[in-house]
Each structure stands twice: as structure tokens, then as C-alpha cells.
């Protein structure tokens, strides 16, 4: 079992020279699933219940579509943390090899997320809340932000333990995605608390990014997802091989 310290030093160390290319994979990522989001917006503007519906549907199948790029990003940095040949080009990697099992696994994904943010998603649609009552206002702005924080805090505790899927997939090409799902399961069993405390460990810098405005996270998250990587090398043992 490899410290956090010795992880997150790892991550650094792979990260070094290569900051411009995976900065720029999580921006494109991070970019396509912004503009999925605003394009079902634009499609369906209304605040009908019918528009409404269909504005999520629209974003939901959208998202699924860009995750097999997310996939991708993670196969990237897989090999980036293991010191191989890497490129942009890997961000296509799962389009071209069964982008149905990521689907599968990122549909999992996202019905938990529908499901764990719904409670937010239906008050910030029905609450009437008077602009001019100041109070009223406040305490609208903490209800709905207490909603959308627990709903965070309960789906990340739901899907640690599939957090590995994509790891796995880039891993083995011919394995389905539900397949993953409960691998992943099984490698994480009794790593879920280290992997949480690993992930909570990068929450100060993203406060300390509010003074970057926010342009920290360019760094940050990548550097998150790289240290993942590296979680998950040390999960299959690959570290402590290295290490002998």
C-alpha cells in the first residue's frame, strides 16, 4: 500500500514535461460536455415540465456520448503514469474500440448522478422565491446549495467503488462494460476510505484556486486525475513491482 504522499510525488513526476497535453485533454473533455449542456439548453428553452424533461434527456444522452472521450483521457494518462507512448489521439481511443462498453458504464454513472441530484435539480425548477425579500432569497440560495453539496456527498459515496471502471476498460479491451463495473468493485474493496481521503486531500488547493480565479484547476484536476492513475497502478500492484 503506497502512501498518498508517494502517490501524489509520482503523479508529479510523470506529469513534468507534459503539462501543455494534459491540460489541454481535460479542457477539450471538460469544453464538449459545457457545450452539451448549453446545446440542449438552446434546443429545448422553455420552463415547461415537457421542455424541461426533454432538456435533460437531450444532456443526458449527449454526456454519454462525450464520456467515451472522458474514457479516453483516462486511457491518456494511464499511459502517461506508466511511462508509455501517449498522445492526444488517445482521447479517440474508445470510439474505435467498442465505445458501447463505456456507455454502459457511464450510463451507470449517470442515473446515479440523476438520481442523487434530482432533490436540487426539482427545487431549483419549482421554488418560488420573492428577489425582493432578502431573506426569503438567502434562504433559498442555502437550501438549494445544502441540496446540491449532500447530493455531491452521497453520489460520490455511492460510485467509489466503481471508480476504477475506466481504468479497467483501457486495460482490457474485449471487457464489458458491467463487467468493469463489478471488477472494480472487487479491486476497491476495502481501498474505499483510502481513495476518498486521497480524493478529499485535493479539496484545499481547489479552494485555493478561487484566488487563481479558478484558473489553478487547469492544473489541479488533471493533477487529481493523474494521482488516480497512480491509485490505481498501486491497486494492481504495479507500484510495489517497480518498487522491488
Given at each position: 500500500?503506497?502512501?498518498?504522499?508517494?502517490?501524489?510525488?509520482?503523479?508529479?513526476?510523470?506529469?513534468?514535461?507534459?503539462?501543455?497535453?494534459?491540460?489541454?485533454?481535460?479542457?477539450?473533455?471538460?469544453?464538449?460536455?459545457?457545450?452539451?449542456?448549453?446545446?440542449?439548453?438552446?434546443?429545448?428553452?422553455?420552463?415547461?415540465?415537457?421542455?424541461?424533461?426533454?432538456?435533460?434527456?437531450?444532456?443526458?444522452?449527449?454526456?454519454?456520448?462525450?464520456?467515451?472521450?472522458?474514457?479516453?483521457?483516462?486511457?491518456?494518462?494511464?499511459?502517461?503514469?506508466?511511462?508509455?507512448?501517449?498522445?492526444?489521439?488517445?482521447?479517440?481511443?474508445?470510439?474505435?474500440?467498442?465505445?458501447?462498453?463505456?456507455?454502459?458504464?457511464?450510463?451507470?454513472?449517470?442515473?446515479?448522478?440523476?438520481?442523487?441530484?434530482?432533490?436540487?435539480?426539482?427545487?431549483?425548477?419549482t421554488a418560488q422565491v420573492d428577489v425582493n425579500d432578502i431573506?426569503?432569497?438567502?434562504?433559498?440560495?442555502?437550501?438549494?446549495?445544502?441540496?446540491?453539496?449532500?447530493?455531491?456527498?452521497?453520489?460520490?459515496?455511492?460510485?467509489?467503488?466503481?471508480?476504477?471502471?475506466?481504468?479497467?476498460?483501457?486495460?482490457?479491451?474485449?471487457?464489458?462494460?458491467?463487467?468493469?463495473?463489478?471488477?472494480?468493485?472487487?479491486?476497491?474493496?476495502?481501498s474505499c476510505g483510502r481513495y476518498l481521503m486521497l480524493k478529499?486531500?485535493?479539496?484545499?488547493?481547489?479552494?485555493?484556486?478561487?484566488?487563481?480565479?479558478?484558473?489553478?484547476?487547469?492544473?489541479?484536476?488533471?493533477?487529481?486525475?493523474?494521482?488516480?492513475?497512480?491509485?490505481?497502478?498501486?491497486?494492481?500492484?504495479?507500484?510495489?513491482?517497480?518498487?522491488?
Amino acid at each position: 500500500m503506497t502512501q498518498r504522499s508517494e502517490l501524489k510525488a509520482r503523479a508529479r513526476e510523470r506529469m513534468s514535461g507534459k503539462y501543455g497535453t494534459l491540460i489541454l485533454a481535460f479542457v477539450i473533455v471538460q469544453g464538449l460536455l459545457l457545450v452539451s449542456s448549453l446545446v440542449s439548453g438552446e434546443l429545448f428553452p422553455g420552463d415547461s415540465v415537457l421542455d424541461i424533461v426533454l432538456a435533460n434527456v437531450f444532456s443526458f444522452i449527449l454526456s454519454l456520448i462525450v464520456n467515451v472521450m472522458s474514457a479516453g483521457m483516462i486511457y491518456m494518462y494511464l499511459n502517461i503514469a506508466r511511462g508509455e507512448q501517449y498522445s492526444l489521439n488517445d482521447l479517440m481511443y474508445f470510439y474505435r474500440n467498442h465505445p458501447d462498453r463505456v456507455i454502459t458504464a457511464s450510463f451507470v454513472f449517470a442515473v446515479i448522478n440523476l438520481l442523487t441530484m434530482l432533490p436540487s435539480t426539482i427545487y431549483s425548477y419549482t421554488a418560488q422565491v420573492d428577489v425582493n425579500d432578502i431573506n426569503a432569497l438567502a434562504d433559498s440560495v442555502v437550501r438549494s446549495a445544502s441540496m446540491l453539496i449532500i447530493g455531491l456527498l452521497v453520489y460520490e459515496v455511492l460510485v467509489i467503488p466503481m471508480e476504477m471502471a475506466y481504468f479497467i476498460l483501457s486495460d482490457h479491451p474485449e471487457m464489458k462494460g458491467r463487467d468493469a463495473l463489478k471488477e472494480s468493485i472487487n479491486l476497491m474493496r476495502g481501498s474505499c476510505g483510502r481513495y476518498l481521503m486521497l480524493k478529499a486531500s485535493f479539496i484545499p488547493l481547489m479552494f485555493l484556486s478561487v484566488f487563481t480565479f479558478y484558473i489553478a484547476l487547469l492544473w489541479i484536476l488533471p493533477y487529481m486525475v493523474m494521482t488516480e492513475a497512480m491509485f490505481y497502478r498501486d491497486l494492481m500492484g504495479e507500484l510495489t513491482a517497480e518498487k522491488e
